[in-house]
């Protein structure tokens, strides 16, 4: 099987650092395995230098959890940044067509528009 993605983009709730639900990618037709993972949360507006951190925590089965996952934080280009994804090899077995739940928490409250980006990569 070529190599598949998924990807979600939701914004948070940037005002908070509680858990943000944003949805759910679903393994492709044909594939078993995440091979990789990507997370980042990008910064869309407000002041660039008030700082974050974030991670993500991914749901894909009744006993399957991965929590931690870091978050590359990213400046937008409206500030001045840029980001080239990078992938976390990990090798998980999933079940072609099912649902894998994603979630994001900031540890820094923001003034602006903030979204979490999870891309995953499946074989």
Do not use: W
């Amino acid at each position: 099987m070529a190599t598949q993605f998924g990807n979600i983009s939701t914004a948070l709730d940037a005002t908070e650092t509680t858990e943000t639900d944003l949805g759910e990618i679903t393994v492709p037709s044909g594939a078993s395995k995440i091979t990789g993972i990507s997370a980042a949360v990008v910064l869309q507006t407000g002041t660039a230098t008030e700082g974050t951190l974030g991670h993500a925590r991914l749901s894909y089965s009744k006993s399957g959890t991965i929590d931690g996952v870091p978050c590359a934080i990213v400046v937008s280009e409206e500030l001045g940044g840029s980001y080239t994804p990078e992938f976390t090899p990990v090798n998980l077995d999933v079940v072609a067509l099912t649902k894998i739940k994603c979630f994001a928490t900031l540890t820094i409250a923001q003034t602006g528009t903030a979204h979490c980006v999870i891309c995953l990569r499946f074989e």
